[in-house]
Structure formats: C-alpha cells, structure tokens
C-alpha cells in the first residue's frame, strides 16, 4: 500500500510538472507573440508558431499519463478531482497556447506597425492575460482557491482592454481606410487575448473545483 | 460481475445522451445564432445566450457522472478512454455553444443588415460548422473513426469561407467607412463560425483516439 501511494504521488507531480511546463510554454508564447507583433519579427514569430507542437505533444503526454494513473490506481475523492483536472485543464491550455499561435500567425500581415495607438496597448493586456495563465497554474499546483478567485477577477480587466481596443480600432479604420486590413488583424489579436482571458478564467474555475468540490459563483462572461 | 458490467453500459449510455443533448443544444445555438443575425430578431438571440447556461450545466453534469463512473467502475481499456473523450469533449462542445452565445451577442450591435453580402454567406458557413458538430457527435456515440476523419476534412470548406469573407468584409469597409463597425462585429462571426469548425474538427481527433487508440495524421490548421 505504501508503495502505491508513493508511486500514486510520484505520477502525479509528474502530472502537474508537465502542466506546468504547459503553462510556461503557453505564457511565453503569449509574450513572444506580443513581442512580434510590436517588433515585426517574424523571424520570432515563427518560433512561436513552431512552438506550439510541443504544447500539442504535451497535452498527449498529459492525457496518456491521466488515463494510466486513472486505469492504475483507480484514485478516489480529492485524488480524483485533481486528475480530472489536469485533463481538462490541458485541454484548455492547448488552447491558449492556440492563440498565441494564431496572433504571431498574424504578423506577416500587419503593415504600418508604428501608427497604431493599439501597438502599445495589445502587450500590456496581453501582459495581464500571459499572468492569469501563469497564476492559475499555481493555483492548481498549489490547489490554492483564492488564488484562483482573483484570476477570475483579473478578467474584467482584459474585457476593458478589449472594449477600448476595439472603439480605438474603429475609429482609426472611420479616419484611415487604407489600413483597415491591418486594423482587422489588429482586432483579432485584441479578440485573441481576450479569449485567452476567458480560458484562464475557465481553468480557475476548474481548480476551484479541484481543490473545494465546488464551482465558484457564476461569473457573467 | 454481470451486474457491474450492466450498471456500468448504463452509465456509459447515459454519458453519451448527454454529450448529445450538449451537440444538439450547441448546434441549435449556432443555427439560431445566425437566424437572428439574418433576421435581426434579438429576442431570438436573447434565446441563444439564455439557452448556453445549459450547455454549462450538462457539461458540469457529464464530468460528475464521469468522475463517479472512474471512482466506483475503475473502467479499463477503450471504456476508460471512452470516459476520459467523454470528460475532454464535453469541455469542448461548452466552448462550441460559447461561440453560438458570441454571435448572439452581436446582433443588438449590427446595424444595416440587408447591404452586406456575407449575410447570405454566413448562414451558409454556420450550416457547414452545425453540421460538423452534430456529425462529430454522431461518430463520438458510434466510435466511428471513418466519419471523424470526413468531419477533420470538411474544415477546410469552413476555412474557405472565413478567408473569402474576410476579403470581402475588408473590401466592404474600405468602401463604406460608415459601416465599419457593423462590418467589424460581421468579421468576428466569421471567426467565431471559423473556430467552432476548429473546435469540431478536435473533437473529431479525440474521438478517432478514443475509437482506434491512434491520432489521425497531423493536420495544419
């Protein structure tokens, strides 16, 4: 018995080390990203892109080690919940990793860079949402449930990034038309981040499931 | 044992009913979400964000029923890695109605329906991306790796959209400055619809997964 604990708590802090080895990668994707965008390097960018394999290969790694601690040791109660976790948590992750991916996707189309009010914007919300991915995977690691309420609460702030983002980016396509197309791809990096926001939120939810047995109060989103 | 294995297909039955019920409550939402975007009726709309609260609370049920299916049956084999599709799919699909519910929001926001030409070609893309989610699900219930893979292909039609509805949305505006604002809220239905095709087409790898133990062959999205 105390052999199978042992290698029961041995899996799982494999578990949670790769998800937070996840969690890094989707966090620094977040900022290279936002880095690109700002430079123009699409050399970067493309790092980020090619990047994102690895959080694909991750999130296979995670649910395979999941399904056997699960088949294995046949966990209970708290143990449970926190395996049923990870596997959606890296779902999730993955995606947010996705995101990023899909803002760097972005930045060999994006001209004129200097002119946009938005340039120095985007990193700093995206600053915000990069910490809420980072914080929400301590919280897990830690199963720390107020650490994960005020995640939750962070995204009201990347839902005000994104409204005046968005009124900023339609005023500048009313004023210039010949930069409209970058203005859209400007909108979907804000929408992006934004998502990101919403994933993070999601995740903390989970862990405070995870760590209490109960959902915090619901959150209009 | 015969007892076990009968409580256990029950529960297994009743994990498939309700990820169907969530596709059949998600693929509502997205073909009401763009009747209300065509028809501008935003009482209809109203429906489809009401509505998603639901799908949460399927999804909330799907993982309970799962998690007490792994603590009490301790299923082996192609039935654990059934739960543990069943526990990362139902994530997914909540995420799928997430985007119905986006493109519902937007319809108070959209003003001069009739001039734009996407609104006969979103609808047209919206049924592509329904159709996806409630083949998927179909193949998930019947572990059919053959559909999933017909589903995984089919993105590229709802990709093909996206693209041409971009252009022609960037066109729009450049055109008519006036509209930019409704043009812009047209562009992130698109890539709402774009990503639930994404989202359908995951679902579909992790059901060829959980029916053949193997993930199809990587596809570039």
């Known amino acids: 018995m105390e052999h199978t604990v042992k290698a029961f708590d041995e899996d799982i802090t494999r ?7 996840m969690g890094g990668l989707a966090e ?8 690109a965008l700002v430079s123009g390097d699409e050399e970067l960018a493309r790092r980020v892109v090619a990047r994102d394999k690895k959080l694909d ?5 995670v649910d395979a080690l999941a399904v056997r601690v699960l088949a294995l040791r046949a966990p209970m109660a708290d143990d449970l ?17 996705d995101y990023a991916k899909n803002i760097a996707k972005r930045i060999g189309k994006i001209d004129g860079r200097a002119k ?3 340039l120095t914007l ?7 949402a990069a ?7 301590t919280a897990f690691a830690a199963r720390d449930p107020v650490l994960a309420l005020e995640v939750i609460e962070r995204d009201e702030k990347v839902d005000a990034f994104y409204d005046s983002i968005f009124r900023n980016l339609v005023s500048h396509m009313v ?4 930069t409209i197309s970058t203005a859209a791809q400007l909108l979907f990096v804000a929408r992006n981040i934004e998502r990101i926001g919403d994933h993070a939120t999601n995740v903390a939810e989970m862990v405070h499931y995870s760590a209490t047995g109960t959902y915090p109060r619901e959150i209009e989103r």
Do not use: C, Q, T, Y
Not at 15 to 21: D, F, N, P, T
Not at 57 to 61: K, N, T, V
Not at 175 to 178: A, D, I, L, R
């Open 57 to 61: 290969a991750l999130e296979a790694e």
């Open 28 to 35: 620094l994707g977040i900022s290279e990203a936002l880095s």
């Open 116 to 118: 946009f009010e938005p």
């Open 15 to 21: 578990l949670r080390g790769l998800i937070a080895e």
């Open 131 to 137: 910490e809420m991915v980072h914080d929400v995977l």
């Open 175 to 178: 004023e210039n038309p010949s």
């Open 81 to 97: 919940r926190e395996i049923v976790a990870a596997l959606k948590i890296s779902g999730v992750v993955e995606r947010i990793g």
């Open 122 to 128: 985007l990193p700093a919300m995206g600053e915000i």
